[in-house]
């Protein structure tokens, strides 16, 4: 089932369009909004266009730095998980069916 995701920012609301439930939906537009909240700590200044541009470009490296770590704990999470079990099925004397 389809839902509106909707994003406030700058004080604009932005609506999408999403296949995640209302829960999921609400988590990713807080995570998002906080993340563009933390890229304009520290920035001085009025609100210009050039300045939004700026802090959501930070967010996004941002948020693409944190999902880039996650990518590569989960792969040497994974290859842990493959080379255990490898030692354990050969401890088993192999899995023969």
């Known amino acids: 089932m389809e839902e509106i995701l909707t994003v406030d ?18 988590a990713i537009v807080g995570s998002i909004v906080n993340e563009v909240a933390r890229a ?7 609100l210009t266009e050039n300045r939004k541009f700026i802090q959501l470009l930070v967010a996004t490296l941002n948020i693409a730095k944190e999902l880039a770590e996650v990518k ?5 999470l ?18 023969q069916p």
């Open 78 to 95: 994974q290859e842990k998980l493959t080379q255990k079990s490898a030692t354990l099925i050969e401890k088993l004397g192999g899995c």
């Open 40 to 46: 304009g700590d520290g920035m001085k200044g009025p």
């Open 9 to 26: 920012l700058f004080g604009e609301t932005y609506n999408f369009k999403t296949d995640a439930d209302a829960s999921q939906a609400s």
């Open 72 to 76: 590569k704990n989960h792969a040497e």
